[in-house]
């Protein structure tokens, strides 16, 4: 190998963030890897490729390596109060078995409390040995101690199951709250105790918070998985020290967040030409995955997949499974900086800030904003001649009244500061909602 070629891959992969132990993870380990395992199965009389697998090296189960994410099913009609289409949920479950995913990820609160006894109905055909069921607690709406069993008991009901595969404590996103929902109120003692009684075989939390938090609760109880956001773009902000952090405690990380949102599922124009000419055969998606399945200590990595196209690229991406090649990592280093040079609103479309009290839609305004960001049309007075700022200030100004012709529009930020709390990227939002809307 040429030494000076080498020299600027390693170069690369250090802006890229991966660092020295994590590239030697993504190019050595995975050659006769002991927690890789592609099985055959049969489907449909017809023989399938599932997904590949990876061992839980707590507790042996084999776990697909795409995870299905229940809080984004398909709907019959647009808006956050439409009902989800349960005939093309079945079908997306459906053909997520048979293809080898075996970890179905839900919450009390998604689809407005309705997705768990969704997934619950959809899964309930297959045997139960079969498939792994992951369910959250959401601390943020307890109110007193007692709510704590009532709604434990609840999401069994509504789930139709006598016992959850991975319990999560949903959202941690402040020392203050934790304490008082897990450690005051007997929060975890109790979902200790139902792991002890076998209704909770794996007990974990999902993190939306900063280091100090994560310090005051990682070390606090022996969780047997932590679920983080991680993708390309988080890596090199808080994602390296968590993935790492759990790394070394050997403690099994779930991946939220892939995708940011959908968002690295189409990059800019231009980012987009680098990885299809890189590989004019992979998605941009898959790099996203990719990425992620190339570290060893990711168990699962969820998404939230609407539409069957989704499903069917992003099992691809996990069947018969490939880590990044240095080329490919160097090339997705070059894609990584080009999109970046767009100054997006990093909404995830999560929908934690939702209901708005003032019933603005936000994240279909930040969506809006950021075609135009993505095109180089936000209408910017100081960068842009006259004529191009008049052009692209009416473009912006008729793209946002026709999109919230009936309401939800950033002018109806009243800046009462409810969503600041609420958010897992810590955005502005009132202060963003009022940039937007000062445009038109």
Not at 300 to 307: A, C, E, I, R, W
Not at 381 to 398: C, G, I, L, R, T
């Amino acid at each position: 190998m040429n030494d000076n070629k080498d020299i600027s891959r390693r170069k690369a992969l250090k802006i890229f963030g991966l660092g020295a132990a994590a590239l030697a993870a993504s190019t050595v380990s995975f050659k006769n890897n002991p927690f890789l395992t592609n099985l055959q199965a049969k489907a449909d009389g017809g023989e399938i490729t599932p997904c590949d697998k990876r061992l839980n090296y707590k507790n042996g189960d084999m776990v697909s390596m795409l995870g299905f994410g229940c809080m984004r099913f398909p709907t019959n009609g647009p808006g956050r109060n439409a009902p989800v289409d349960e005939a093309k949920v079945q079908e997306l479950v459906d053909y997520a078995y048979a293809h080898g995913i075996n970890y179905y990820d839900t919450a009390y609160v998604y689809h407005g409390g309705k997705s768990e006894g969704i997934i619950g109905r959809a899964l309930k055909k297959y045997p139960r040995n079969t498939w792994l069921l992951a369910d959250k607690m959401p601390g943020y709406r307890v109110r007193e101690k007692e709510d704590i069993a009532k709604i434990f008991e609840e999401q069994l009901q509504r789930c139709g199951v006598d016992y959850f595969d991975y319990y999560l404590l949903h959202s941690i996103s402040d020392i203050k709250s934790y304490d008082k929902v897990y450690e005051e109120m007997g929060g975890y003692a109790y979902l200790a105790e139902q792991k002890k009684k076998g209704r909770i075989k794996n007990l974990g939390f999902s993190f939306h918070s900063d280091r100090k938090c994560w310090e005051h609760i990682i070390d606090l109880h022996p969780w047997d998985f932590v679920q983080i956001q991680l993708n390309y773009i988080d890596w090199k902000e808080d994602g390296e020290y968590l993935y790492n952090s759990l790394a070394e405690r050997k403690i099994p990380a779930v991946i939220m967040e892939p995708l940011l949102g959908g968002r690295l599922a189409t990059l800019s124009e231009s980012a987009n030409k680098i990885l299809k000419a890189k590989n004019p055969d992979m998605s941009i998606a898959s790099w996203a995955f990719r990425y992620l399945g190339s570290l060893p200590n990711i168990l699962v990595s969820l998404s939230g997949m609407t539409y069957m196209e989704h499903l069917v690229d992003n099992l691809k991406s996990f069947t018969n499974f490939k880590p990044l090649t240095l080329d490919e990592q160097t090339t997705l280093q070059k894609a990584i900086l080009e999109y970046q040079s767009y100054k997006r609103i990093n909404c995830t479309a999560c929908r934690y800030c939702m209901p708005c009290p003032f019933e603005v839609e936000i994240p279909s305004v930040f969506a809006t904003y950021n075609k135009f960001v993505m095109n180089g049309t936000v209408p910017n007075k100081e960068s842009q001649s006259p004529e191009d700022y008049a052009k692209n200030k009416a473009a912006f100004a008729e793209a946002f009244r026709k999109e919230f012709a009936s309401g939800g529009g950033p002018e109806q930020c009243a800046s009462c500061q409810e969503c600041l709390s609420k958010c897992p990227q810590h955005l502005p939002i009132p202060d963003l909602m009022e940039k937007i809307s000062s445009e038109f």
